[in-house]
């Protein structure tokens, strides 16, 4: 069994940062995509930014330039920074694994105030 958990959502002001961590644990599949999704309340679960085990990445064109996708593979470990921050940002951010199976972690939320 594979568990995701998330750490280092909160409250900021717009035009701030910060940075998500998401640690995964267990039986994981190698090699493997882990991503980062969101969703705002009302709309529909989004991709933010995903790098597969070999350092690859893809971003959503509302935050390239501003987020930055990372991972740490020793540790099964993604992070996702995140600065200039919008008020469009506000939404519970989810981690994502794929490989062999597809994992959810059960999100933190990101609330961003103008």
């Known amino acids: 069994q594979v568990q995701l958990v998330e750490s280092g959502g909160g409250l900021v002001q717009a035009g701030g940062s910060l940075r998500l961590s998401c640690a995964a644990s267990?039986?994981?599949?190698?090699?493997?995509?882990m991503a980062w999704y969101r969703q705002a309340p009302g709309k529909q679960r989004e991709l933010v930014a995903d790098?597969?085990?070999?350092?690859?990445?893809r971003y959503a064109d509302s935050v390239k330039g501003r987020f930055t996708i990372s991972r740490y593979n020793a540790k099964e470990t993604v992070y996702l920074q995140m600065n200039s921050l919008k008020p469009e940002d506000t939404a519970a951010y989810y981690c994502?694994?794929?490989?062999?199976?597809?994992?959810w972690g059960k999100g933190t939320l990101v609330t961003v105030s103008s």
């Open positions: 994502y694994l794929g490989g062999g199976a597809v994992y």
């Open positions: 267990g039986n994981i599949f190698s090699p493997n995509v």
């Open positions: 790098i597969t085990s070999g350092g690859k990445t």
